[in-house]
């Protein structure tokens, strides 16, 4: 993928301060004329992407499950490839996976993606007419800020342990001890478990691994090398970097770091990246 060929707008001045926390959100333009096709990389966020292009985009999970258009991303996803046929826009907003269940009908969709209709109501249908009637970046925002909002106030509530343990898990980068969280909240680790798993998705095992796998692939993605990258996101030796990358994303973490999904992220999504160490 040609990242030069991409124009990236982010939420700037009164549009970012209205921003709800646990929600990010970037603008993408694609100005090539070749097809695209752009790998996912899992990451800790419910991703929603707004077609908003003239000749259509589409999600597909490489074993003949293919969604047009507006499209909602769990968490850990199997292989899904974004697709465009030629230039246009997407909008692309990443929620945090607590938000993300208080906003969303997300049963299922947990390592899978659904239409927008099916995790957003027919509500989305008219907001990605809305966001097609202007081609304003700011305008976008400030309509997707609104739509969100807006839900906000009949949404269901995470138990505030639920959202501890995630918020814990990911300052940490996923080396926390599901143990040790389970006493910091006063709750057994079943029912932590129960809970967590019932209203993220993951068990609290499997959104530390997620959150520690993203923090290796960023520094992957930054040029760090993978023996570096393996100690610095807590991982034993480079060996159990090597089988997490194989079993989340199906590469080496050399394929990781040339992941064209990874190579914008510098420029939509600054605040996630890991500085690069002085050398």
């Known amino acids: 993928m040609d990242w ?52 259509g985009l589409a999600v597909d999970d490489g074993d003949g499950v293919r969604i047009p258009g507006a499209v909602a991303i769990g ?41 927008l209709d099916d995790v957003l109501g027919p509500r989305a249908r008219r907001l990605v007419d809305s966001l097609r009637s202007t081609a304003s970046w700011p305008e976008r925002f400030a309509l997707t800020t609104t739509f969100l909002g807006r839900r906000l106030e009949g949404r269901r509530r995470v138990d505030r342990e639920v959202a501890y343990v995630w918020q814990q898990t990911h300052l940490r980068h996923g080396r926390a001890d599901v143990g040790t969280l389970a006493a910091e909240t006063g709750w057994s680790r079943q029912r932590l478990w129960s809970r967590f798993r019932a209203q993220v998705g993951l068990s609290p095992k499997h959104a530390a691994r997620l959150v520690r796998f993203d923090h290796a692939a960023r520094l992957l993605a930054i040029g760090t090398p993978p023996a570096e ?27 990781v770091a040339a992941e064209p999904w990874l190579g914008i992220d510098h420029a939509a999504w600054p605040s996630l990246m890991p500085r690069r160490r002085r050398t």
């Open 4 to 55: 030069s060929q991409v124009d990236v707008a982010v939420p700037q001045g009164s549009v970012g301060a209205a921003r709800i926390r646990g929600v990010q959100m970037a603008g993408f333009r694609y100005r090539g004329t070749d097809p695209a096709a752009i790998a996912m990389v899992a990451h800790p966020a419910v991703t929603l992407l707004f077609d908003l292009s003239d000749h």
């Open 75 to 115: 968490l850990l996803p199997n292989r899904v490839t974004l697709r465009g046929a030629s230039a246009g826009e997407c909008l692309q907003v990443r929620l945090s996976p607590v938000l993300a269940a208080e906003l969303l009908d997300t049963a299922g969709l947990s390592g899978t993606f659904a239409g």
């Open 229 to 255: 990258a393996a100690a610095r996101a807590g991982y034993s030796d480079q060996p159990h970097l090597n089988r997490e990358v194989r079993s989340i994303v199906g590469t080496t973490p050399l394929g």
